[in-house]
């Protein structure tokens, strides 16, 4: 029999618990599965976590762990730490299925999860008509305007709009002629302007501290983010109405601006290491950084391709957590292959 797959509850991995992860110490056990579906010919998730902890302690605490969050028979992929009795999950995205049995957890395959933003909203901007989304783990639902906030402009303005349109069009109907333009046009976008204040200011009351992307014609967008004092908002945004795509196209190109804007934080985290090359407070030497962040030196650490050296740089990355820096994953040719990590010293 399948499980059901659940996902409405299995949170994402998220920097906060990263960084508390990082703190474990003792027999940690990391086992990473990657996506499954049920009736697929690869096997289910609980098969093959039983393969990889042939013999291996908690075992048995994982099997339930899967079992409890109805995942063993399939669903999207997860990361498990386990210590001691106790066992956690969290959704990631995961590549290929592995368990790593260490003195901490090993968090370098997740660590692009963790600054990634997997759960924001979508604010579809448009005279006509406002649109809410929330986007979660690649998927996109519609939510309900927070009550009371004006969904367009026309309803934000109240009856005065009718007269306003009355007064700017000499008479003859459907082909009427309209004069006084110039002054219209600036009582549009002082009403454009307060209605957008009171969206940000009706939005950020829902949306709390997750970020909201904004989607529409970028004059719009522009007008929002100059009036807009209380959302969070992504730096990019999706140039398009949002009426004129399904949920399922939203939700990739939401995906994409997540991700870009996960690349360009790394990006700028790189070039702020760089700009202090010539200070002597940058290393890039694995054993020199990995016993800098031992001692709490390292500030800022940039991850690169960590093939062969994954032990010795998952302990400086969990250093460095533990210590309060911050660290970021690059990829592509971003970093030199030869050098797995680049850290900006306190001192």
Not at 85 to 114: G, I, N, W, Y
Not at 118 to 127: A, P, T, V, W
Not at 146 to 170: C, F, I, Q, Y
Not at 281 to 305: H, K, M, P, Y
Request: glycine residues 10%.
């Amino acid at each position: 029999m399948t499980n059901k797959i659940n996902t409405k509850n299995l949170s994402f991995l998220d920097a906060e618990a990263l960084r508390s992860l990082a703190h474990q110490r003792g027999e940690c056990l990391t086992v990473l599965l990657p996506t499954t579906h049920p009736g697929a010919p690869e096997k289910d998730k609980l098969a093959t976590l039983k393969s990889l902890l042939r013999g291996q302690k908690m075992a048995r605490e994982m099997e339930a762990k899967l079992e409890e969050e109805n995942l063993s028979g399939g669903g999207p992929g997860v990361v498990l730490f386990g210590r001691g009795h106790a066992v956690v999950v969290h959704r990631a995205k995961v590549d290929e299925a592995k368990a790593v049995s260490s003195d901490r957890f090993f968090l370098l395959p997740v660590l692009r999860c963790a600054r990634l933003a997997n759960r924001f909203m979508i604010l579809g901007l448009s005279k006509k008509v406002l649109r809410l989304l929330q986007f979660e783990g690649g998927v996109c639902k519609s939510l309900d305007l927070p009550s009371g906030m004006p969904w367009s402009l026309v309803e934000s303005r109240g009856a005065g709009t009718n007269d306003l349109k009355m007064k700017n069009h000499a008479p003859g109907g459907e082909g009427s002629i309209r004069f006084g333009t110039s002054a219209s046009d600036e009582d549009e976008e002082r009403h454009l302007e307060h209605w957008f204040g009171q969206v940000d200011e009706g939005i950020a009351r829902v949306a709390g501290n997750d970020l909201v992307l904004l989607m529409g014609l970028d004059d719009e967008v522009a007008m929002f983010r100059r009036v807009a004092k209380r959302c969070r908002l992504f730096g990019d945004h999706i140039a398009h109405g949002i009426n004129d795509f399904p949920l399922g196209e939203i939700a990739q190109l939401a995906g994409e601006c997540a991700q870009e804007r996960q690349a360009k934080e790394a990006r700028k985290a790189l070039d702020r290491i760089r700009e202090w090359k010539d200070q002597g407070l940058v290393s890039t030497d694995s054993e020199d950084v990995n016993q800098a962040a031992i001692e709490g030196r390292v500030d800022v650490l940039c991850v690169g391709d960590a093939a062969g050296e994954e032990e010795l740089v998952n302990s400086t990355v969990t250093e460095t957590l533990c210590h309060g820096g911050d660290v970021f994953v690059l990829s592509g040719g971003a970093m030199s292959s030869d050098c797995p990590v680049t850290a900006l010293l306190r001192y």
